[in-house]
């Protein structure tokens, strides 16, 4: 089993900056992949972006050049760095890894941006 804590979700204004993190515990394979999706009222969860444990990263085109993912390998823990919000930004942010067939999730953390 893997727990996820995320945390740093808020109330901002447009044009503002919040950073979100998430530290696993449990049993964690070296190989995995973290990261977040978010899920706005009314619409379906969607990526945000993701990393492996190797490097790798991949973005999603609406907040490509405004939100960086980021990882401490050794901590266990994701970053994700929210410049230049914008009020379409808002939803629930979700942590989540995958290693080998099993998927984890978090309890998500609210993220609104203000007009």
């Known amino acids: 089993q893997v727990q996820l804590v995320e945390s740093g979700g808020g109330l901002v204004q447009a044009g503002g900056s919040l950073r979100l993190s998430c530290a696993a515990s449990?049993?964690?394979?070296?190989?995995?992949?973290m990261g977040w999706y978010r899920q706005a009222p009314g619409k379906q969860r969607e990526l945000v972006a993701v990393?492996?444990?190797?490097?790798?990263?991949n973005h999603a085109d609406s907040v490509e050049g405004r939100f960086t993912i980021s990882r401490d390998n050794a901590k266990n823990t994701v970053y994700l760095q929210m410049n230049s919000l914008k009020p379409e930004d808002t939803a629930v942010y979700y942590c989540?890894?995958?290693?080998?067939?099993?998927?984890?999730w978090g309890q998500g953390t609210q993220v609104t941006v203000s007009s």
């Open positions: 989540t890894i995958v290693h080998g067939i099993d998927v984890y």
């Open positions: 990393m492996s444990s190797g490097g790798s990263t």
């Open positions: 449990g049993t964690i394979f070296s190989d995995n992949v």
